[in-house]
């Protein structure tokens, strides 16, 4: 199966909450509720904190969480064991598509730092963008910078 194959498995989501600076979606998988927010970050601090060398204007850094099981609030950022990754990957790679087409950001910002994790997004940034690039900071973490 080839990669853009994988991530047409979109499941049903919605805008939660839209302001200057932060823009919330949510999305049911299975039992599970998943919240994908984007926030709109400084030139300083993609430079300082995050280590990109050359940012643009209207960046927005976009983070992605386990929010909820059967209603019981959970806030998890990390790799969950969910057996449901390809639905999920598939419906934040949708939120994205549809914030760009909403806002026209100059670029997203994301990380990750598990081995698993980053074999995925290198996958998704060959797959999806000529302009990302990704790159270690000083958290270990490895942070991802594409370009529109």
């Known amino acids: 199966m080839k990669l853009f194959e994988i991530f047409n ?7 939660l909450s839209q302001t200057n600076d932060r823009w919330i979606a949510e999305a049911e998988v299975d039992k599970y509720t998943y919240r994908i927010t984007f926030n709109d970050i400084s030139e300083d601090e993609l430079r300082n904190h ?16 386990l929010y909820s099981f059967e209603g ?3 806030n998890d950022y990390g790799i969950t064991g969910t057996g449901n990754e390809l639905q999920v990957f598939s419906t ?10 909403r806002h026209s950001p100059g670029a997203f910002g994301f990380s990750a730092h598990e081995s698993s994790r980053i074999k995925l997004y290198n996958k998704i940034m ?7 690039r990704a790159n270690r900071n000083d ?3 490895t942070v991802y910078y594409v370009t529109f």
């Not at 498995?9 to 805008?15: E, L």
């Not at 934040?92 to 087409?101: E, T, Y």
């Not at 060959?126 to 990302?132: C, E, I, L, P, V």
């Open 139 to 141: 958290q270990g973490e």
């Open 50 to 65: 995050w280590g990109v060398t050359r940012p643009v204007e209207n960046s927005w850094w976009v983070m992605f969480q």
């Open 92 to 101: 934040v790679l949708d939120v994205m598509k549809d914030f760009a087409d």
């Open 126 to 132: 060959s797959r999806f963008s000529r302009n990302g």
């Open 72 to 74: 019981k609030t959970l």
């Open 9 to 15: 498995d979109t499941q049903d989501w919605n805008w």
